[in-house]
């Protein structure tokens, strides 16, 4: 690629709860931007510009946040920016916080995005207030029923989806939900939502921010040089398609296809599942697993289930898929797809603790929005040719 | 001639108020109006960070007011529905005493004559204190605090949290098609539009092709079949929430409509439990009779006007892997 | 790091039909927006790289409500996509910096709104401080007042000048009948207000080559920024502008004199304060188009700005200025200049 490297050189989130009742918004977001500073070793002072991401502003009866939020987030002074792209959001907000980076006009930037939808109620803002709402899960789950039917996955796929992201979200200090007796019967026995997924296997409501420091190669060199490794961005890309029309595909859309090859080719990344070593995937329902390894060319089609049933996406596996926990783990709907592209990035930082992947060096993460539309995806490694 | 329909979004939001802006409110209870120290300034309201730098500020309250003085002002002639005073008041930045920056307020001045730069104020409060921006009802001209209605005392506890409640009115359009869609349904027609560039047809009142972004007017037209086969079809447990309807698991189906690639989404089942849905179920459409019509319709809902849903007609299911896929 | 490249031009826009009351829905006033900008221009959906929407659920009345405005794009294949929850003129801004890139070559970016959607006056409040604001309904006429009068105490504006610029604006009107007209929030009288507009407009970006092959005389960036200020406008200066100051700076304002400003100026004295922030002369045309005084489309208007601007580059002028605005008392401000080229 042309462009200029780029890198992460801080990462932060909050404690994400099902309601952070203890604080403002501005200290949620706030809570969240000064971990990632303290991870960068910078201060407000040394940010340029601003960029924000957030799900619809109906989940906290809040217009346009970014206006309220200008002096919250230090950006007096400076640009503000605010992507709004459905559930991708929070990659977006990446990909567009690295793009101030890349096109020269902007040297370091600090990418948030949030979600305080406690204060409201996410099915109602889904369903914009009008009864009888589908739910977060009821728009796919026809896309599921056409996963199982064509690939002939067996029924309990999802279930160890749920038990494996659940587990890893033990070992992740701000993940909301923390279940420590989880089961595949705890699952099985846990009531339906959207027939099959259960509610064990679906995501929860949560409050929470994310931030990421992102700065241009003289800044990523020099965290290098301080024993701070940072992520180098190997490629990026937001694709759209529209939401229905004959010949949409359900289980392997365009738009998500067309997104891998994007960051693949700029990446260098030739044979996905053996280049690279981890993934954050945006998987708020589990068998999203399945269905987003196949489309992001992890897995053959129709071949994505097995990864799952082998144990190859566990955290100990060839391919650890969410060792965050993922969405099923902490969902601030606007947040979560900043969350897949900063654990992602913390993965090739050696930086995620406990749920590190050892010896990751390209990771991917990705988020997908609206009816599996919109998406955002980023390559991270730990050095900018990481296939020399 | 275009009709129009409204519709009010509503709801109670709860908001959190963090350790600065729940210490104020608390203090509103009683009576008190606190700003926060930044440096030598002391800001009401107060904030949780320098609003300059960002910088956090130290939990360092000072009180400020009762009384203050009007710094700017401006004539609210006719009151919405959201502002403080239902008769003719001011909106002004009142610098209460000690403080360094101004709160915006309501000043009942009675008259556009009745307020001025520099003319001092002091707080209406509400006798019964929500610990909200609006346990001071407004400001009055003078030096003295006025208490409206029975005084009701301080917040029993630390006030954490605030009510919001919004509703808007929105007027938008129905488009000509959705229009269409639903007299024809009258006439028991389930009417379709098929793109001119691409062939692709789209029912439901849906007046354009997204493939190739044009619009489809009525020279689009076609009539559809109302016989289909279920592709898919969704479950959903119903979750409560202000302005839900649903108490029952409830089953929203996809049409593939005989001999044609149109898909009726989200559509409603008649007589058909959610146990028994099956992918490649025949059904054929329901009409309503006139009693039972409805505005929905378009986009996502597999209703419209007469058309009331889907019900199984008894012929053999069709047996084929790709029906599943057809949701679009 | 390298500074931006000034080689990528605007070569192209049109805008919907702008009127009080739209029965035309959001989606169906950019898919014309958009076939307009294009056409002209040789080219097909299906040429374009890069798409970056504007629009705003609030005003709309639906959460996701750029969902549906993706049909008026033609996005199949699936294109390269984003959204901004702002003006069209910050999704210009967005699709300038991924242009950069350089490895693609035509962008449309788009600004959408229909505001007579819903009251403003009970929208906007929901945009202010939630905890202190937005709960007094504080809505954007009353911080609009307040901030004339800081104006008009500074010297910068009077009531006959924000008169004068009205009538200039409309095209109609005279001033002293004007100035007999009640206060509808004083010192602000209706001619002082914007009007309410439905609109959208589609622009068209392309980078050198491809914006020289396409066009005779492309309307070339050669600077574009946008900053903020503090939120409560209780704790800002409201008789200056220093963002709009920041942005002008920062985009090379003073590196040579503009012809033609188009500034967003929804009320009368923004735009004399505007005008005198960025030190604009009588020698500067300012808002020959009317500007937001005469049709505010939200969420298009700072778009149509630079459309104005491209407008004066497009037929000989050597230099304008376009700018934008976001939240209450001018709390955003960018600013775009764009230049033609010998």
Same mark, same amino acid.
Request: aromatic share 6%.
């Given at each position: 690629?042309s462009?200029?490297?780029?890198?992460?050189?801080?990462?932060g989130?909050?404690?994400?709860?099902?309601?952070?009742?203890?604080?403002?918004?501005?200290?949620?977001?706030?809570e969240?931007?000064?971990?990632?500073l303290d991870?960068?070793?910078?201060t407000l002072?040394?940010?340029?510009?601003?960029?924000?991401g957030?799900?619809?502003?109906?989940?906290e009866g809040?217009?346009?946040?970014e206006?309220?939020?200008s002096?919250?987030l230090?950006?007096?002074g400076?640009p503000?920016f605010r992507?709004?792209?459905?559930?991708?959001?929070?990659?977006?907000?990446?990909i567009?916080?690295?793009?101030h980076?890349?096109?020269?006009?902007h040297?370091t930037?600090?990418?948030v995005?949030?979600e305080?939808q406690?204060?409201?109620?996410a099915?109602?803002?889904?369903g914009?207030?009008?009864?009888?709402s589908?739910?977060?899960?009821?728009?796919?789950?026809? %896309?599921?029923?056409?996963?199982?039917?064509r690939?002939g996955?067996p029924e309990?796929?999802g279930?160890k989806?749920a038990?494996?992201?659940r587990?890893?979200?033990?070992?992740n200090?701000?993940?909301?939900l923390?279940?420590?007796?989880?089961?595949i019967?705890?699952?099985?026995?846990?009531p339906?939502?959207?027939?099959?997924?259960?509610?064990?296997?679906?995501?929860?409501?949560?409050?929470?921010?994310c931030?990421?420091?992102?700065?241009?190669?003289?800044?990523?060199n020099?965290?290098?040089?301080?024993?701070r490794p940072?992520a180098?961005i190997?490629?990026?890309?937001?694709r759209s398609?529209p939401?229905?029309?004959?010949?949409?595909?359900?289980?392997?859309?365009?738009?998500?296809?067309q997104?891998?090859?994007?960051?693949y080719?700029a990446?260098?990344?030739?044979?996905?599942?053996?280049?690279?070593?981890?993934?954050e995937?945006?998987?708020p329902?589990?068998?999203?697993?399945?269905?987003?390894?196949?489309a992001?060319?992890?897995?053959?089609?129709?071949?994505?289930?097995?990864m799952?049933d082998?144990g190859?996406t566990?955290?100990?596996?060839?391919?650890p898929?969410?060792?965050?926990?993922?969405?099923?783990s902490?969902?601030p709907?606007?947040?979560?797809?900043?969350l897949?592209?900063?654990?992602?990035?913390?993965?090739?930082?050696?930086a995620?603790?406990?749920?590190?992947?050892?010896?990751?060096k390209?990771?991917i993460?990705m988020?997908?929005?609206?009816?599996n539309?919109? %998406?955002?995806?980023?390559a991270?490694g730990?050095?900018?040719?990481? %296939?020399d | 001639?275009?009709?129009?329909?409204e519709?009010?979004?509503?709801?109670p939001y709860?908001r959190s108020?963090?350790p600065v802006?729940?210490?104020?409110?608390?203090?509103?209870?009683?009576?008190?109006i606190?700003g926060?120290?930044?440096?030598?300034?002391?800001?009401?309201?107060?904030?949780?960070?320098?609003?300059?730098?960002?910088?956090?500020?130290?939990?360092?309250?000072?009180?400020v007011?009762p009384?203050g003085?009007?710094?700017?002002?401006?004539?609210?002639?006719?009151?919405?529905e959201?502002?403080?005073?239902?008769?003719?008041?001011?909106?002004?930045?009142?610098?209460?005493?000690?403080?360094?920056?101004?709160?915006?307020?309501a000043?009942d001045?009675?008259?556009?004559?009745?307020?001025?730069?520099g003319?001092?104020?002091?707080?209406?409060?509400?006798?019964?204190?929500?610990?909200?921006?609006?346990?001071?009802?407004?400001?009055?001209?003078?030096e003295?605090?006025?208490?409206?209605?029975?005084?009701?005392?301080g917040?029993?506890?630390p006030?954490?949290?605030?009510d919001?409640?919004a509703?808007?009115?929105?007027?938008n359009?129905?488009?000509?098609?959705?229009?269409?869609?639903?007299?024809?349904?009258?006439?028991h027609?389930?009417l379709?539009?098929?793109?001119?560039?691409?062939g692709?047809v789209?029912?439901?009142?849906r007046g354009?092709?997204p493939?190739?972004?044009i619009?489809?007017?009525?020279?689009?037209? +076609?009539d559809?079949?109302?016989?289909g086969?279920?592709?898919n079809?969704?479950?959903?447990?119903?979750?409560?929430?202000?302005?839900q309807?649903?108490?029952?698991p409830f089953?929203?189906a996809?049409?593939?409509?005989?001999?044609?690639? +149109?898909?009726?989404?989200?559509?409603?089942v008649?007589?058909l439990?959610?146990?028994?849905?099956?992918v490649g179920?025949?059904?054929?459409?329901v009409?309503?009779?006139?009693?039972?019509?409805?505005?929905?319709?378009?986009?996502?809902?597999?209703?419209?006007g007469?058309?009331?849903?889907?019900?199984?007609?008894?012929?053999?299911?069709l047996d084929?892997?790709d029906?599943?896929n057809?949701?679009? | 790091?390298?500074a931006?490249?000034?080689?990528?031009?605007?070569?192209g826009w049109a805008q919907?039909?702008m009127v009080?009351h739209t029965?035309?829905?959001?989606?169906q006033?950019l898919?014309?927006a958009i076939?307009?900008?294009?056409t002209?221009?040789?080219?097909?959906?299906?040429?374009?790289?890069?798409?970056?929407l504007?629009?705003?659920?609030?005003?709309?009345?639906q959460a996701?409500?750029?969902?549906?405005?993706l049909?008026?794009?033609g996005?199949?294949?699936?294109?390269?996509d984003?959204?901004?929850?702002m003006?069209?003129a910050?999704?210009?801004?967005?699709?300038?910096?991924?242009?950069?890139?350089?490895?693609?070559?035509?962008?449309?970016?788009?600004?959408s709104?229909?505001?007579?959607?819903?009251?403003?006056?009970?929208?906007?409040?929901?945009?202010?401080?939630?905890?202190?604001?937005?709960?007094?309904?504080?809505?954007?006429l009353?911080?609009?007042?307040?901030?004339?009068?800081?104006?008009?105490?500074?010297?910068i504006?009077?009531?006959?000048r924000?008169?004068?610029?009205?009538?200039?604006?409309?095209?109609?009107?005279?001033?002293e009948?004007?100035?007999?007209?009640e206060?509808?929030?004083?010192?602000?009288?209706?001619?002082?207000?914007?009007?309410?507009?439905?609109?959208?407009?589609?622009?068209?970006?392309?980078?050198?080559?491809?914006?020289?092959q396409?066009?005779?005389?492309?309307?070339?960036i050669?600077?574009f920024?946008?900053?903020?200020?503090?939120h409560?406008?209780?704790?800002?200066a409201?008789?200056?502008?220093?963002?709009?100051?920041?942005?002008a700076?920062?985009?090379?304002l003073a590196?040579a004199?503009?012809?033609?400003?188009?500034?967003?100026?929804?009320?009368?004295?923004?735009?004399?304060?505007?005008?005198?922030v960025?030190?604009?002369g009588?020698?500067v045309?300012v808002?020959?188009?009317g500007?937001?005084?005469?049709?505010?489309p939200?969420?298009?208007?700072?778009?149509?700005?630079?459309?104005?601007a491209?407008?004066?580059?497009f037929?000989?002028?050597?230099?304008?200025?376009?700018?934008?605005?976001?939240?209450?008392?001018?709390?955003?401000?960018?600013?775009?200049?764009?230049?033609g080229?010998?």
């Amino acid at each position: 690629m042309s462009t200029p490297p780029v890198a992460v050189v801080g990462v932060g989130q909050t404690h994400h709860k099902s309601r952070r009742l203890d604080v403002s918004f501005g200290g949620l977001v706030r809570e969240a931007v000064f971990r990632a500073l303290d991870d960068a070793q910078m201060t407000l002072a040394d940010i340029d510009a601003v960029v924000l991401g957030k799900a619809p502003d109906l989940f906290e009866g809040v217009m346009k946040p970014e206006l309220y939020l200008s002096d919250a987030l230090g950006a007096v002074g400076k640009p503000m920016f605010r992507v709004h792209t459905a559930g991708s959001v929070g990659g977006t907000t990446a990909i567009v916080a690295a793009s101030h980076v890349q096109a020269g006009k902007h040297r370091t930037v600090l990418a948030v995005a949030f979600e305080k939808q406690s204060e409201g109620n996410a099915q109602f803002a889904l369903g914009s207030g009008k009864g009888a709402s589908l739910g977060a899960g009821g728009a796919f789950a026809p %896309f599921i029923r056409a996963y199982i039917q064509r690939s002939g996955a067996p029924e309990h796929i999802g279930w160890k989806v749920a038990v494996k992201d659940r587990l890893n979200a033990l070992k992740n200090p701000y993940a909301h939900l923390k279940i420590e007796d989880i089961s595949i019967e705890k699952v099985k026995a846990s009531p339906m939502m959207w027939e099959p997924t259960r509610f064990l296997e679906s995501c929860p409501s949560s409050d929470g921010a994310c931030a990421v420091v992102i700065t241009d190669e003289a800044g990523g060199n020099a965290a290098a040089a301080d024993g701070r490794p940072p992520a180098w961005i190997l490629g990026s890309s937001s694709r759209s398609e529209p939401p229905s029309f004959p010949g949409r595909d359900p289980v392997r859309p365009m738009a998500a296809l067309q997104c891998a090859a994007d960051v693949y080719s700029a990446a260098g990344i030739t044979d996905p599942r053996r280049q690279i070593d981890t993934a954050e995937l945006y998987v708020p329902f589990s068998w999203l697993e399945p269905i987003w390894l196949e489309a992001f060319g992890l897995a053959e089609e129709g071949e994505g289930w097995k990864m799952v049933d082998d144990g190859t996406t566990e955290l100990g596996g060839a391919l650890p898929v969410n060792a965050s926990g993922g969405v099923l783990s902490s969902n601030p709907i606007g947040a979560s797809g900043l969350l897949r592209f900063a654990e992602a990035a913390n993965q090739v930082r050696g930086a995620a603790g406990e749920h590190q992947v050892d010896g990751a060096k390209v990771a991917i993460g990705m988020a997908y929005g609206a009816n599996n539309q919109y %998406f955002s995806t980023w390559a991270v490694g730990s050095s900018l040719h990481p %296939f020399d | 001639m275009t009709r129009f329909i409204e519709s009010t979004i509503t709801f109670p939001y709860k908001r959190s108020l963090g350790p600065v802006v729940g210490a104020f409110m608390t203090a509103l209870t009683e009576k008190q109006i606190l700003g926060i120290r930044s440096g030598d300034a002391v800001l009401v309201p107060p904030m949780e960070w320098d609003p300059s730098t960002g910088a956090e500020l130290a939990h360092e309250f000072v009180e400020v007011g009762p009384a203050g003085t009007v710094e700017s002002w401006t004539w609210v002639t006719t009151p919405s529905e959201q502002h403080p005073l239902d008769h003719p008041f001011a909106f002004a930045l009142v610098r209460l005493d000690g403080a360094t920056t101004p709160l915006l307020h309501a000043v009942d001045a009675g008259t556009p004559g009745g307020v001025s730069e520099g003319m001092r104020v002091a707080p209406r409060w509400r006798g019964t204190r929500a610990g909200r921006i609006d346990d001071i009802i407004c400001f009055v001209p003078g030096e003295v605090p006025e208490t409206e209605g029975e005084d009701t005392g301080g917040a029993a506890e630390p006030v954490t949290r605030m009510d919001y409640l919004a509703s808007i009115t929105y007027r938008n359009p129905v488009p000509e098609a959705a229009d269409r869609a639903t007299e024809a349904s009258r006439e028991h027609r389930l009417l379709g539009l098929r793109c001119p560039a691409c062939g692709r047809v789209y029912a439901g009142g849906r007046g354009l092709c997204p493939v190739d972004a044009i619009e489809l007017g009525p020279e689009c037209e +076609v009539d559809l079949p109302h016989k289909g086969t279920i592709t898919n079809f969704a479950i959903v447990t119903p979750v409560q929430y202000p302005g839900q309807t649903e108490t029952e698991p409830f089953v929203r189906a996809f049409v593939l409509l005989d001999d044609t690639d +149109v898909i009726i989404p989200y559509s409603a089942v008649i007589e058909l439990p959610a146990d028994q849905i099956r992918v490649g179920q025949r059904v054929d459409a329901v009409w309503a009779s006139p009693a039972e019509e409805t505005e929905e319709g378009g986009g996502m809902g597999g209703s419209w006007g007469s058309l009331l849903g889907w019900i199984p007609n008894g012929e053999p299911d069709l047996d084929d892997p790709d029906l599943v896929n057809r949701i679009f | 790091m390298s500074a931006p490249s000034t080689d990528i031009a605007v070569i192209g826009w049109a805008q919907s039909q702008m009127v009080r009351h739209t029965d035309k829905s959001e989606t169906q006033l950019l898919m014309s927006a958009i076939t307009d900008a294009i056409t002209p221009l040789g080219l097909q959906r299906a040429d374009i790289d890069f798409t970056c929407l504007g629009s705003c659920d609030y005003i709309t009345g639906q959460a996701f409500s750029f969902v549906s405005n993706l049909d008026a794009i033609g996005a199949w294949p699936p294109k390269r996509d984003s959204h901004v929850e702002m003006d069209g003129a910050w999704a210009l801004y967005e699709a300038w910096l991924r242009l950069q890139e350089g490895d693609i070559e035509i962008a449309v970016v788009t600004g959408s709104g229909r505001s007579s959607t819903g009251d403003p006056a009970l929208i906007y409040p929901m945009e202010m401080d939630p905890y202190f604001l937005a709960p007094l309904g504080a809505d954007p006429l009353t911080f609009a007042a307040l901030q004339a009068r800081a104006v008009i105490a500074s010297g910068i504006a009077d009531e006959r000048r924000m008169a004068e610029v009205a009538v200039r604006a409309r095209g109609t009107g005279n001033v002293e009948s004007l100035l007999a007209e009640e206060f509808i929030r004083q010192p602000l009288r209706r001619h002082d207000v914007p009007p309410i507009t439905d609109g959208a407009a589609a622009m068209v970006l392309a980078t050198g080559d491809r914006a020289r092959q396409l066009v005779e005389r492309p309307a070339y960036i050669t600077g574009f920024d946008h900053r903020t200020e503090c939120h409560n406008p209780s704790f800002r200066a409201l008789d200056d502008s220093p963002s709009t100051r920041i942005a002008a700076e920062a985009a090379g304002l003073a590196a040579a004199p503009v012809e033609v400003a188009e500034l967003q100026a929804a009320f009368t004295h923004e735009e004399l304060l505007l005008r005198s922030v960025l030190g604009l002369g009588d020698d500067v045309t300012v808002n020959a188009s009317g500007g937001a005084l005469k049709e505010n489309p939200i969420m298009a208007s700072g778009l149509c700005r630079v459309g104005y601007a491209a407008d004066h580059i497009f037929g000989g002028g050597n230099r304008a200025l376009a700018h934008s605005t976001s939240g209450p008392c001018l709390q955003q401000n960018l600013v775009c200049i764009l230049e033609g080229r010998s």
